[in-house]
C-alpha cells in the first residue's frame, strides 16, 4: 500500500538567508531564557572588565609607591588614599578582585545550567517532539521518498544540528558582538590611535572569514550525505543479516561498511585541513595586533602619553580578549555551516506537505454500516502514468470482496483509497454515501480494520500489541479478539501469557502467529470494514488453513476486501474482482468466472494443474 520510492514530497529547499531566518524565529520562541542566557554574560562581561582595571589600578599603585610616579586617572575613577598604608590598599585591591572572581565563578555555573535547559531540555525535546509529530502525520508518500536511515538523521543529529545554531552560532554571535563592542569602546577610551593601530589587520580578517565561509559550505553538505549514506549501509546490513549469513557475505558486507564508514573520514579529513589552516591564520593575524602593542603602545607608555597599568596592561588585557573573540569567529563559521545543512534536513520534515489529513468542516461519524463505493476513480503518482484507472465498484455493507491481478495491477493501491492513505486524482470513494475526503480522518481510520501481507509487531506484551488501537480495551475484550482470531490458545502456551514481552518485529513467533495477533489487532476495533493485503501470501497450507479459521470468524457481518491469489482465498468472496493495468477486467463469483473466458480462468487453470501435480508426487512418493 504504498507509492514508488522515487517518488519525492519534500518542501521546496530554502535559501541560507530564509534558512537563518527561520532559526531566529525558532529561537524567538525561546526569547526569556536567551535573554537570560545573554543577562548572565552581560555579568561575566562586567565583572571581568572590573577585574582588569582593578588589576592595572594596583599596578600603577605599586609603580606610584615604587619610584613615585604620579597617579593618573584610570578607567573606573578610583581615587586611592595616600593616607593609607600600602598593604591596606593592595589588600583592598587583592579582596574586591576575589570578589569579582568569585562572582565570575558563580555566573559561568549559572550560564552552563541556562543554556542545558535552553537547548538541551527544551529546544531539543520540543524540536524533536515536533518533528516526529510531522512525521505521523505524512503519508506513505513521504516515507517512501525517503529512506529509514534518512528520516533517522534527521530526528537525531539534524535536529542537534538546530541545538547548534541556538547555542554556538546565535548566542555566541550575540555575546561576541556585544563583547567586541564594549571592548572596543573601552580601548578607544584609552588610547585612540593605539585602538586604530592594534585593529588594523580586521577587515583582512573579515574577508579571510567570508572565503572560508564559501569554501566549506559545500563540504559539510557532502559530509552529511556520506554520514547518512553509511548509517544506510549499517541499518541495511542489520535489517539484512540472515540474507547476509545465508550467502556466506560476511567479509563482503564488512567491506561494504568499512568503504562507506572510510568515505566519510576522508571527506571529513578535508574539513579538518581547512578548519586547521583557518584558525591559525585567523590567530596570527590577532597576534600581530599584540606586536603592534607592544611597540607603538610601549613607546606611548615612555614618552608618558599612557599610564602603565590602567593604561598599557589594561589594554593589552582587552586587546587579548577581543582576539580571543575574534577567535571564536572560527568556531562560530564552523556551526554555522553544520547547523544551515542540519536544519534544512530537519525544516524539510515540518515543511513536508501533510496531503492527506480532515477537512476544517469534516463530518463526524464515529460508526460506519460499512457500504463502500468507487465513482470514476483514477489515481496516479505525481505526473506519473495512471496506476488506477476509471474503477467504478460499489460494495454494499457486509459483503466480502476478493481482488485478484498481477503485481502492478493497482490491488494495494486501490485498498489504499478506502482510508484515505492516498486521495484519488480522479473520482470519489463513498463510504456509506460520504465521500471520504469530508469525512473526519480519525472517524474513519477508527471505522478500518487493516491486516498487511507481512504484519508488524511493536516490541510490547502481546496484550498491548492486541490492543494498540484501543489502548483503554479491557483484558476480556482483548482475549476475546484473540479467540476470534485463533490466538487464544497459543497465547496462552507462552511464557507469561498475554503478559509476555516479543521481541522486535514480533521475531519470536511463527509467521502464522503475527497474522492471528494482526487479526486479533484488527477485530478488536470492531471495524465495519476490513482490509485484508494478502494475509496468507507467505505461509504454508497448514497456517493458511488456520489463519482462514480466524479470518472467516474476523468477516463476519464486515464489509472486507482481500487481496489474494490462492484459489482457497477467492472461493471464500461473495464477489471476485480481477484487475490489469489499473482497471476492473472481470468480476463475479468463482463459480461464474470459472465459465467466463479471462485471466481468472488462466490463474484457476494453473492452480488446479500445480495442485493435481503435487498430489501425484506425494503418491509417487
Known amino acids: 500500500m504504498s507509492a514508488p520510492a522515487s517518488m ?81 590598599v593592595l589588600g583592598l585591591l587583592a579582596g574586591l578582585i576575589l570578589v569579582l572572581a568569585v562572582g565570575r565563578a558563580f555566573l559561568n555555573y549559572s550560564y552552563a545550567v541556562s543554556v542545558n535547559r535552553l537547548v538541551q531540555q527544551r529546544l531539543v525535546v520540543d524540536l ?68 586604530l593601530a592594534c585593529l588594523a589587520t580586521t577587515p583582512l580578517l573579515w574577508a579571510l572569514t567570508a572565503w572560508h565561509t564559501r569554501r566549506t559550505q559545500p563540504e559539510y553538505a557532502q559530509n552529511r550525505t556520506l554520514v547518512e549514506k553509511m548509517v544506510q549501509t549499517f541499518v541495511e546490513s542489520i535489517q539484512g543479516i540472515a540474507v547476509t549469513k545465508a550467502f556466506g557475505r560476511e567479509p563482503e558486507d564488512r567491506a561494504r561498511f568499512e568503504a562507506a564508514n572510510r568515505a566519510v573520514l576522508d571527506q571529513q579529513q578535508v574539513i579538518f585541513w581547512r578548519v586547521s589552516l583557518f584558525s591559525p591564520a585567523i590567530g596570527f593575524l590577532t597576534r600581530i595586533n599584540m606586536m603592534v602593542l607592544l611597540g607603538y603602545g610601549g613607546w606611548l607608555v615612555i614618552q608618558g602619553q599612557l599610564p602603565l597599568g590602567a593604561g598599557l596592561v589594561v589594554f593589552a588585557g582587552l586587546l587579548e580578549q577581543f582576539s580571543g573573540q575574534v577567535n571564536n569567529v572560527a568556531a562560530i563559521v564552523n556551526s554555522v555551516q553544520q547547523s544551515l545543512i542540519g536544519a534544512r534536513r530537519v525544516f524539510e520534515i515540518l515543511d513536508a506537505p501533510v496531503e492527506v489529513q480532515s477537512a476544517p468542516d469534516a463530518i463526524r461519524r464515529p460508526q460506519l454500516t460499512g457500504e463502500v463505493a468507487f465513482e470514476g476513480v483514477s489515481f496516479a503518482y505525481g505526473g506519473a502514468e495512471p496506476v488506477l484507472r476509471d474503477i467504478n465498484l460499489r460494495v454494499p455493507a457486509g459483503r466480502c470482496v476478493a481482488i485478484l491481478g498481477a503485481t502492478g495491477a493497482g490491488k494495494s493501491v486501490l485498498m489504499s483509497l478506502v482510508p484515505r492513505f492516498f486521495d484519488p486524482t480522479a473520482g470519489r470513494v463513498l463510504l456509506d454515501g460520504i465521500d471520504a475526503r469530508r469525512l473526519d480522518l480519525d472517524d474513519l481510520r ?164 500445480d495442485g493435481r501435480e503435487l498430489s501425484r508426487g506425494e503418491g509417487a512418493a
Request: with cysteine; proline share 4%; net charge neutral.
Open 8 to 88: 519525492s514530497t519534500a518542501a521546496p529547499a530554502l535559501s541560507n538567508m530564509a534558512l537563518v531566518r527561520r532559526l531566529f524565529t525558532l529561537a524567538w520562541r525561546y526569547r526569556l531564557h536567551c535573554l537570560r542566557v545573554l543577562a548572565i554574560q552581560l555579568g561575566l562581561l562586567t565583572m571581568g572588565l572590573g577585574g582588569l582595571s582593578l588589576t592595572g589600578v594596583g599596578i600603577d599603585y605599586i609603580r606610584h609607591r615604587v619610584d613615585g610616579t604620579p597617579l593618573t586617572e584610570n578607567p573606573l575613577h578610583v581615587s586611592l588614599p595616600d593616607a593609607w598604608p600600602w598593604w591596606h
Open 128 to 195: 524533536r517532539g515536533e518533528v516526529y509529530d510531522k512525521l505521523q502525520r505524512l503519508s506513505f508518500r513521504f516515507f517512501d521518498a525517503n529512506n529509514t536511515s534518512s528520516i533517522i538523521t534527521r530526528v537525531t543529529s539534524d535536529v542537534q544540528s538546530v541545538r547548534m545554531f541556538v547555542d554556538q552560532v546565535l548566542i555566541q554571535s550575540v555575546i561576541m558582538v556585544i563583547s567586541l563592542t564594549v571592548y572596543l569602546i573601552y580601548m578607544a577610551s584609552l588610547s585612540p590611535g593605539l585602538t
Open 446 to 609: 477508527r471505522n478500518i480494520g487493516l491486516v498487511f501481507q507481512e504484519s508488524f509487531l511493536f516490541s510490547n506484551t502481546v496484550a498491548a500489541n492486541i490492543a494498540f488501537g484501543h489502548p483503554s480495551a479491557t483484558r476480556g475484550q482483548i482475549e476475546q479478539a484473540a479467540r476470534i482470531a485463533a490466538a487464544h490458545d497459543f497465547i496462552l502456551q507462552l511464557p507469561r501469557g498475554y503478559d509476555t514481552v516479543l521481541g522486535e518485529s514480533g521475531n519470536s513467533l511463527s509467521g502464522g502467529q503475527r497474522q492471528r495477533l494482526a487479526i486479533a489487532r484488527a477485530v478488536l476495533l470492531e471495524p465495519p470494514i476490513l482490509l485484508l493485503d494478502d494475509p496468507t501470501a507467505a505461509i504454508d497450507s497448514e497456517t493458511e488453513r488456520e489463519i482462514f479459521e480466524a479470518l472467516d470468524r474476523a468477516i463476519a457481518g464486515r464489509t472486507t476486501f482481500i487481496v489474494a491469489h490462492r484459489l482457497s482465498t477467492l472461493r471464500r468472496a461473495d464477489e471476485i474482482i480481477v484487475m490489469e493495468h489499473g482497471r476492473i477486467v472481470q468480476r463475479g463469483t468463482h463459480a461464474q468466472l470459472m465459465l467466463e473466458p479471462g485471466p481468472y480462468l488462466r490463474v484457476a487453470r494453473l492452480q488446479l494443474i
